[in-house]
């Protein structure tokens, strides 16, 4: 159960949850073996994303909830951390193509423009949630898009089930008006998933309306932080369909 703890706290969960939705977006659109190359790298980078996010959120505001409130107690190793996960980025650029390493450079400078304008962000509603939202998917389908491959269907589904994600836990850290939010999201998402289901495959279809079903059970089954941590590993639910597809 510690095991688990650390897991979220250190937002492990998230880093896994995208390297498992990146190889499922990448095999609905490319069809092949994702490079492993790729798939470290977006985990990695994810996880320097969020460490940082934490570290920001903390030079701004007095942290309130345990993930917070854990990379406050360690913001020195998790620094050190942060130096040195981008260390071994710099080792893996040689493996990657010269696509994914522009569109790479495109999505880093957008991140550090999100960085510089976060506190201006934090005080506009979901705006920081959004642009969240739209970036982790933005890091989804960078390697697909290298590839020549993109479905903007997919795009405008993955970032509105981050935005869902985003929003509900936002709602249970004291954000009131978070939570109208993530009930209008329901029926878009609904209405994208079906589409999904008949440009790709009813399974496919399925793995996504589970994402958003265990959302809606925690709001109103479990509404509160410590089901966080299911929230995020709902996003590694796609595992169940490469485990469907081997037979």
């Not at 937002?11 to 498992?20: E, I, K, N, R, T």
């Not at 499922?24 to 977006?42: C, N």
């Not at 909830?65 to 942060?82: E, K, S, T, V």
Request: charged share 10%; hydrophobic share 55%.
């Amino acid at each position: 159960m510690r095991f688990v703890k650390f897991f979220h706290l250190s937002s492990l969960d998230v880093v896994f949850g995208a390297m498992v939705m990146q190889s499922f977006v990448w095999s609905l659109l490319v069809g092949s073996q994702q490079p492993w190359p790729e798939i470290a790298v977006l985990g990695i980078s994810v996880w320097v994303y969020y460490l940082a996010d934490r570290q920001i959120d903390n030079l701004h505001t007095k942290p309130t909830d345990p993930i917070h409130q854990f990379h406050l107690r360690f913001q020195c190793p998790i620094r050190i951390g942060i130096v040195a996960l981008l260390g071994v980025l710099g080792c893996l650029l040689p493996y990657l193509s010269v696509e994914i390493i522009r569109l790479g450079i495109c999505l880093s400078i957008c991140m550090c423009g999100y960085g510089l304008t976060i506190l201006y962000l934090s005080q506009r509603f979901l705006a920081k949630e959004l642009l969240t939202a739209i970036l982790y998917a933005c890091g989804l389908f960078l390697p697909s898009l290298a590839a020549g491959k993109f479905s903007f269907l997919l795009f405008v589904l993955i970032s509105l089930l981050a935005l869902m994600n985003l929003t509900l836990f936002s709602w249970f850290e004291g954000k009131s008006a978070y939570r109208q939010v993530f009930t209008w999201l329901q029926a878009p998402l609904l209405f994208l998933i079906v589409s999904v289901a008949w440009q790709f495959s009813i399974p496919v279809a399925i793995c996504f309306a589970i994402i958003q079903g265990i959302h809606v059970w925690i709001y109103y089954f479990s509404p509160n932080l410590h089901r966080r941590w299911v929230g995020e590993l709902a996003f590694v639910i796609p595992l169940f369909y490469f485990v469907y597809e081997l037979f």
